[in-house]
């Protein structure tokens, strides 16, 4: 327990500390961040999407970076092709209940995925049932798979086109990290293929 405020100016300057260090860090994965930017691009332009999938802080990594491509990031323009397979609660439950959760997202992408899409999938671990399952679905759908893990990449490593792996271990700065690599990408890919509303 933190007992004064020294106490706590001591964690806050470490946690900043070792933010700071995993975001020198992830210059580590820059080919990777590039290859995926590539890949959203290709898609985009040739009438595909862009579909995301997570749990947890995941999930809501996952929605927030479909509404940056839907809606807009640094500048106003058309809206690009997105979705998160985390929103529809009734989807989620139904198949939850009915085909189990491990199933959740690989059901949802049989039905709305196609050939020439993107599957971007948020794992801390790359070990999270339901994106691994979808993931293994993607390789079957012709749908290219981007992973988003730690350090270690997990059972994702195997099923991944490409692998973005935080070189980190704990989960909240994973988390940082992801959200940091998708608004580098959601810029990477604005900027190349948007031009500005006037």
Request: proline letters at 2%; glycine letters at 10%.
């Amino acid at each position: 327990m933190l007992t004064s405020s020294t106490d706590r100016a001591a964690v806050i300057s470490a946690y900043f500390a070792e933010t700071e260090r995993l975001m020198k860090r992830l210059t580590e994965v820059s080919d990777d961040v590039a290859h995926a930017a590539e890949a959203w691009m290709t898609a985009l332009t040739n009438g595909g999407k862009v579909i995301f999938c997570g749990n947890g802080g995941s999930a809501a990594d996952a929605q927030h970076l479909a509404a940056e491509l839907m809606g807009r990031f640094l500048f106003d323009r058309e809206p690009m092709a997105a979705l998160s397979l985390t929103v529809d609660t009734s989807a989620l439950t139904a198949i939850g209940n009915d085909y189990g959760y491990e199933n959740t997202f690989s059901r949802q992408l049989r039905g709305i995925g196609r050939a020439g899409d993107v599957l971007v999938g948020m794992s801390t671990s790359g070990n999270s049932a339901n994106v691994v399952k979808a993931f293994e679905v993607a390789r079957e759908m012709g749908i290219v798979t981007i992973g988003l893990t730690g350090a270690n990449g997990g059972k994702m490593t195997a099923l991944s086109d490409i692998l973005i792996a935080v070189p980190h271990g704990q989960t909240n700065h994973i988390q940082e990290a992801h959200i940091t690599v998708g608004h580098l990408i959601c810029a990477l890919v604005e900027s190349t293929l948007c031009s500005p509303k006037r």
